[in-house]
């Protein structure tokens, strides 16, 4: 079955950087476009990031862009999420997601808190 396993989140100080790892298993990983979301307390889960299939292609929120890099690695069945210029409003539970044949997968997701 698909599997999702975030992991990588914690504390960091305002200014800190994080690396988040999404390791896939359940199906053939090379074949999908794979996605970050997040949700943070008492608001809706929205989409950070999108890397297609061969990694060729990214897209980013706003919030993000210019501070977050999507990256995979197919050999490995793992997405990475490279946060760095992290702010307090990136406080959120980050969760890794996966679309196959009109079905959503989703992680269990990790805790990342920006905090001084």
């Known amino acids: 079955q698909v599997q999702l396993v975030e992991s990588g989140g914690g504390l960091v100080q305002p200014g800190g950087s994080l690396r988040l790892s999404c390791a896939a298993s359940?199906?053939?990983?090379?074949?999908?476009?794979m996605s970050w979301y997040r949700q943070a307390p008492g608001k809706e889960r929205e989409l950070v990031a999108t890397?297609?299939?061969?990694?060729?292609?990214?897209n980013y929120a706003d919030s993000v862009k210019g501070r977050f890099t999507v990256s995979r690695d197919n050999a490995k069945n793992t997405v990475y999420l490279q946060m760095n210029s992290l702010k307090p409003d990136d406080t959120a539970v980050y969760y890794c997601?996966?679309?196959?044949?009109?079905?959503?997968?989703w992680g269990q997701g990790t805790q990342v808190t920006v905090s001084s």
């Open positions: 997601y996966v679309r196959i044949w009109l079905t959503n997968y």
């Open positions: 359940g199906f053939t990983f090379s074949s999908y476009a």
């Open positions: 890397v297609t299939n061969t990694g060729g292609s990214r």
